[in-house]
């Protein structure tokens, strides 16, 4: 007896009227969660730029969220947006605390609860002589497999080439410990040790893999379950905010494996011999076998091989978390402000001024942030996303709060002066000294090499 007779064997089930209903709400409301439903998606399979493909767009084919209902921020700058645009299907926004880390952030999981439980209901009414749903149980188990690991492959391959959480800039490591928000201790905890970071990525991989094909989709259900229940737990613990996405992979791991348990559970619990008596379609004519084929194919090509050298590629030449352009040559580094001048007038230090800048970082790339005795409003971001421009680029700065601020600074020769407007910020900036024990930059350094023509603030 062949595999596919033993999936057979138990034919034409007599389903429960409850059994019948339960997948009906099932159906319908994994369907709104893993089919996107925004004509914008569909789009962009026909307007991307497939000759300068990027992981940005790797991430935009990879499908949508059923998203109708928006939570707005309590306060700009609490979202992790970018340069990303709002769907255009909301037709509600809230505001609630709640909503950004709480129950309320699950709304739109409980409107396609909502809207499943009343389509099961009227199709019931319309499909009452349906014995069993046993073929269509079949195609929802895999498509929510597929549409686990096509949206997985995302955080999957940033771990494997760790870009996720990148090595921590000089402004996080001279940033006061309170002054960070607990998702931001979260996050930058694996900065530390990229090591983790990679086989968490490996093991994320795994799942991949596992859900891709049907005689291991179980195990990678249950490691989907098992690890990224795990994350979903830390996010909520430590507002991480990717919460609803690890809570996806959770409820999609519980929902695949449910078919199983009992055999597991006999095998494992009972210590009995185990026949598995699950469904699975058949292809049987060749038509159906192309595509099968063809679409498994194209789902590994895409999803899987593109995916990764897109990823290597970023992590070789341009990581999405950091700005892109460089800083100022050989000036990374801690600097304390020995002087400070405003319209020309020295400001004395105070460990009190809120004007008075105390000490400056540059970092390698384009990015400078300086502390003065203020508690601006915490950044509440987690930086996360692969945002296309620098000024997105908000990671430095997300989740941070106390004294600091950050800017992107855009450098050009001293030979092409800059407007009086500029040059205000320009002389600000010059008329500064910065001295360290082992490291100094005078006057001069910007004299003959370079000038810092604007500062773009982060946040």
């Known amino acids: 007896m062949n595999t596919t007779d033993i999936f057979l064997e138990n034919k034409e089930p007599v389903w429960s009227a409850f059994e019948k209903w339960a997948f009906r709400v099932s159906f319908i409301f994994f369907f709104l969660l893993i089919v996107p439903l925004e004509l914008d998606y569909y789009k962009g399979w026909f307007t991307t730029d497939w000759a300068n493909l990027h992981i940005r767009d790797i991430g935009r084919l990879s499908g949508s969220s059923f998203n109708p209902i928006k939570i707005k921020p309590l306060f700009d700058g609490a979202a992790d947006k970018g340069s990303l645009k709002d769907a255009n299907t909301s037709f509600l926004t809230i505001t609630a605390k709640e909503g950004i880390y709480g129950l309320a952030s699950y709304i739109n999981w409980f409107l396609a609860l909502g809207i499943g439980i ?35 492959q995302g955080l999957t391959f940033s771990k494997v080439f760790p870009t996720q959480m990148p090595d921590l800039a000089l402004t996080q490591l001279n940033t006061p410990f309170g002054d960070f928000t607990a998702q ?79 055999n597991i559970w006999t095998l494992l ?15 049987k004519t060749p038509l159906q076998k192309y595509f099968r084929i063809t679409f498994k194919s194209f789902v590994f090509l895409f999803f899987f091989v593109l995916s990764a050298y897109l990823h290597w590629h970023n992590y070789k030449y341009d990581s999405y978390k950091v700005p892109s352009r460089p800083g100022l040559a050989d000036s990374r580094g801690l600097y304390d402000v020995t002087e400070f001048k405003v319209n020309n007038k020295i400001v004395p230090y105070s460990p009190v001024d809120s004007v008075r ?29 692969k945002q296309f421009k620098d000024i997105d680029r908000t990671y430095e700065s997300a989740g941070t709060g106390g004294g600091r601020r950050h800017f992107i600074m855009k450098l050009i020769p001293l030979k092409r002066r800059l407007l009086s407007k500029v040059r205000i910020k320009f002389i600000r900036m010059k008329i500064l000294r910065f001295i360290t024990k082992d490291h100094q930059l005078t006057e001069s350094y910007y004299g003959v090499k370079t000038s810092i023509k604007t500062l773009f603030m982060l946040f």
């Not at 009452?128 to 498509?143: D, I």
């Not at 540059?362 to 987690?382: C, D, P, R």
């Open 184 to 262: 931001k201790l979260y996050w930058i905890q694996f900065s530390f040790v990229h090591g983790y970071e990679v086989f968490a990525g490996l093991a994320e991989l795994l799942i991949m893999l596992f859900l891709l094909f049907k005689p291991t989709r179980a195990v990678g259900a249950a490691l989907s379950l098992a690890m990224i229940g795990n994350i979903t737990f830390a996010n909520h613990a430590y507002d991480g905010g990717i919460h609803l996405a690890a809570a996806f992979f959770t409820l999609g791991g519980a929902f695949v494996l449910w078919p199983y348990l009992k």
């Open 357 to 385: 800048w105390q000490n400056v970082t540059f970092e390698k790339w384009s990015t400078m942030s300086y502390t003065v005795f203020n508690i601006f409003l915490i950044h509440g971001e987690a930086g996360r996303g």
């Open 269 to 283: 619990v009972l210590q009995k011999d185990v026949k598995p008596n699950l469904y699975y379609h058949d292809f």
């Open 118 to 152: 009343i389509g099961a209901f009227i199709w019931g009414f319309l499909d009452q002589k349906r014995k069993h749903y046993r073929n269509l149980y079949y195609f929802l188990l895999v498509g929510v497999s597929y549409a686990m690991l096509i949206k997985l």
